[in-house]
C-alpha cells in the first residue's frame, strides 16, 4: 500500500525556517518525481516544487524560488521541502505527492499544516 | 489566480448528473491528453479520480468520468450521491491546477 506521511509543519514567525519531511512507503520511490502541492486557508490547491527521481532537476512556483528548496533521500524514501525567509501568504497545508507521469498526481499525504504568523 | 478555469460551484440532486468543466488554452488542455481530476472532502486530502482525461484509477466508481473538447476538460458524475458533495479540482499537464468547483448535493 502506497503511503506518504509529511511532518515538521508549525507556527513560525515571518522570516523564520520550517524544514518539511516526508516519508514514502509501498513503492519504488527512486523510481519516480515527487512534488509538493499546498492549500492555504479556504483556497485551491498550488504546485510548490517538484523533484526528478535522482535529484538532478528540481523546479519551482515563482513565489518560493530562492527561499524555498526541495530535495530527497532515496535511500531513506524520504523528500523534503526547506523553508527559509517564511512569509505570512506561505501559510498553508503542505501536501507531499507521487508524480505518475505527466503532472498527474496518484497519491497524497495527508497534509502538514505551516503556520506564519507574528 | 489559477492557469485552469473552473466555475465556481455547481450543485444536483441525488440520482441526477452534473459536469464540471475546465478550460485551459491550446498550449496545456488543448494540446495534451493528460488531464486530470481531484476530489477533496473538508479537511482531507486530494484523491485522483481521473487522470489522461478519460482515465479511472482502480476503485474510482464508473458514475466518474472524463472528457475533452479542444480546451476544456469536463468531469461528469452521474447518479449523484450524497458522499459526492466535495470540491474537485482539474490539473493539466503544463497547466497548474485549476481554481476549483464545489459540489453540492441538494
Known amino acids: 500500500e502506497v503511503q506518504l506521511m509529511e511532518t515538521g509543519g508549525g507556527l513560525v514567525q515571518p522570516g523564520g525556517s520550517l524544514r518539511l519531511s516526508c516519508a514514502a512507503s509501498?513503492?519504488?520511490?527512486?523510481?519516480?518525481?515527487m512534488r509538493w502541492v499546498r492549500q492555504a486557508p479556504g483556497k485551491g490547491l498550488e504546485w510548490v516544487a517538484n523533484i526528478k527521481e535522482d535529484g538532478s532537476e528540481k523546479y519551482y512556483v515563482d513565489s518560493v524560488r530562492g527561499r524555498i528548496t526541495i530535495s530527497r533521500d532515496n535511500a531513506e524514501n524520504s523528500l523534503y521541502l526547506q523553508m527559509n525567509s517564511l512569509r505570512v501568504e506561505d501559510t498553508a497545508v503542505y501536501y507531499c505527492?507521487?508524480?505518475?507521469?505527466?503532472?498527474?498526481?496518484?497519491?497524497w499525504g495527508q497534509g502538514t499544516l505551516v503556520t506564519v504568523s507574528s | 489566480q489559477s492557469a485552469l478555469t473552473q466555475p465556481h460551484s455547481v450543485s444536483g440532486s441525488p440520482g441526477q448528473s452534473v459536469a464540471i468543466s475546465c478550460t485551459g488554452t491550446s498550449n496545456d488542455v488543448g494540446r495534451y491528453n493528460y488531464v486530470s481530476w481531484y476530489q477533496q472532502h473538508p479537511g482531507k486530502a486530494p484523491k485522483l479520480m481521473i487522470y489522461?482525461?478519460?482515465k479511472r484509477p482502480s476503485g474510482v466508481p464508473d458514475r466518474f468520468s472524463g472528457s475533452k473538447s479542444g480546451n476544456t476538460a469536463s468531469l461528469t458524475i452521474s447518479g449523484l450521491q450524497a458522499e459526492d458533495e466535495a470540491d474537485y479540482y482539474c490539473s493539466s499537464f503544463a497547466g497548474g491546477f485549476g481554481g476549483g468547483t464545489k459540489l453540492t448535493v441538494l
Open positions: 505527492a507521487r508524480d505518475s507521469g505527466y503532472e498527474t498526481y496518484d497519491y
Open positions: 509501498g513503492f519504488t520511490f527512486s523510481n519516480y518525481w
Open positions: 489522461d482525461v478519460t
